[in-house]
């Protein structure tokens, strides 16, 4: 397992933008694929996106398709979330996960009982 500390949450107008860091301990950060949920009030944890081991395949949910972008640094064990366009719906704890081991290079597994490591949450409010 990695142990995940996520940051960048915060308080935004709709239309802004956030950026979310992952940063991930130990040395086996590259053998995992990285994924974003969330999850609102009431609501069930949904997948965002995710990255796959090589840095060369994704995965976007399609609420968020053209605003938001993955992106991770294999050498500072970090991934990060920019955030654009933020809409209040986006409003949720957004939630970092290492995939379990055994995924190809470019897998983007997308259920969260896929994922075997998560971080504690970050907060993202949206207001209109």
């Known amino acids: 397992q990695v142990q995940l500390v996520e940051s960048g949450g915060g308080m935004v107008q709709a239309g802004g933008s956030l950026r979310l860091s992952c940063a991930a301990s130990g040395r086996t950060f590259s053998n995992h694929a990285m994924g974003w949920f969330r999850q609102a009030p009431g609501k069930e944890r949904e997948i965002v996106v995710v990255?796959?081991?090589?840095?060369?395949?994704?995965y976007y949910a399609d609420s968020v398709k053209g605003r938001f972008t993955i992106a991770r640094n294999n050498a500072k064990n970090t991934v990060y979330l920019q955030m654009n366009s933020l809409k209040p719906e986006d409003t949720a704890v957004y939630y970092c996960?290492?995939?379990?081991?055994?995924?190809?290079?470019?897998?983007?597994?997308?259920?969260?009982?896929?994922?075997?490591?998560w971080g504690q949450g970050t907060q993202v409010t949206v207001s209109s």
């Open positions: 996960a290492a995939s379990m081991g055994g995924y190809g290079g470019y897998a983007t597994p997308q259920h969260a009982g896929d994922f075997g490591s």
């Open positions: 990255i796959s081991r090589n840095n060369l395949n994704t």
